[in-house]
C-alpha cells in the first residue's frame, strides 16, 4: 500500500542553523501538507501547497519557513534559521482532494534544536 | 479560543468496554477528521464525514452539523485500541486540531 515517508527520522542542529526536513508524498497525491506537534501538545498546521503554491499557511509559518516540491516526487520544508521552539515533530500529509478527503500522514520527523 | 474542543482528556477503560470519545467544534468546516497517534508519534487517519454516521470494525464515528459535534465510539474495546484520539475539522485549505484524548484499554 502506498505511504507518505519522511526524512531523516531524527534531525539535531543548533540555534541558528538552516534544516530541511524531506517527505515523498504518495505519487498521485495532488495536496501536500506540513503539520507540526510540540512534545505534550497538539499537532498545529503550517502549511498546504497545491499545484507548485502555497494554498494556505498559519500564524507560524512565517518568513523563516518555506517549502518546495523540487522535482515532483519530493516535498521539502526548510527552516532557515532554527529557534529553540522550533523543536517539535514535523509531520508531512498529502491527499488526492483537498479538505474533502482523507490525508495521509508520514512519520514524522523528530526536530531538536539545540 | 479553542476552535476543536475534545472530551475526555484522558479515559482509562477495561478491556470490553464501550468508548465514547465527544469533539465540539466552533467553526464552519469541510469535514471533520478522527484520528489515532500511537505512542511511537504515528498518525493514522481512521474517519474523515462531513454528515451522518460511518462504520469500520469496531469503530463507530458520527457528526451533527447542526449542532457542530462528533463522536467516536469503540465497541468491544481491547488493549491495543490504547492511543491517543485526535478530533480535527478541515475547511479551506487546512486543519485545526483537537488537543487529544488518551486512552488506556486495561486487560
Request: proline fraction near 4%.
Amino acid at each position: 500500500e502506498p505511504e507518505v515517508t519522511q526524512t531523516p527520522s531524527h534531525q539535531v542542529t543548533q540555534m541558528g542553523q538552516e534544516v530541511i526536513l524531506r517527505c515523498v508524498p504518495i505519487s498521485n497525491h495532488l495536496y501536500f501538507y506540513w503539520y507540526r506537534q510540540i512534545l505534550g501538545q497538539k499537532v498545529e498546521f503550517l502549511v498546504s501547497f497545491y499545484n507548485n503554491e502555497i494554498s494556505e499557511k498559519s500564524e507560524i509559518f512565517d518568513d523563516q519557513f518555506s517549502v518546495e516540491r523540487p522535482d515532483g516526487s519530493n516535498f521539502t520544508l526548510k527552516i532557515r534559521s532554527t529557534k529553540l521552539e522550533d523543536s517539535a515533530m514535523y509531520f508531512c500529509a498529502s491527499n488526492l482532494m483537498a479538505s474533502t478527503d482523507t490525508q495521509y500522514f508520514g512519520p514524522g520527523t523528530r526536530l531538536t534544536v539545540l | 479560543k479553542n476552535e476543536v474542543e475534545q472530551s475526555p482528556q484522558n479515559l482509562t477503560a477495561q478491556e470490553g468496554e464501550f468508548i465514547t470519545i465527544n469533539c465540539s467544534y466552533s467553526v464552519g468546516i469541510s469535514a471533520l477528521h478522527w484520528l489515532q497517534q500511537h505512542p511511537g508519534g504515528g498518525i493514522v487517519s481512521l474517519f474523515m464525514l462531513s454528515s451522518g454516521k460511518k462504520k469500520h470494525g469496531r469503530l463507530i464515528a458520527t457528526i451533527n452539523i447542526q449542532e457542530k459535534h462528533s463522536s467516536l465510539h469503540i465497541t468491544a474495546s481491547h488493549p491495543r485500541d490504547s492511543a491517543v484520539y485526535i478530533c480535527a475539522v478541515s475547511y479551506n485549505n487546512d486543519m485545526r486540531f483537537g488537543a487529544g484524548t488518551r486512552l488506556t484499554v486495561k486487560p
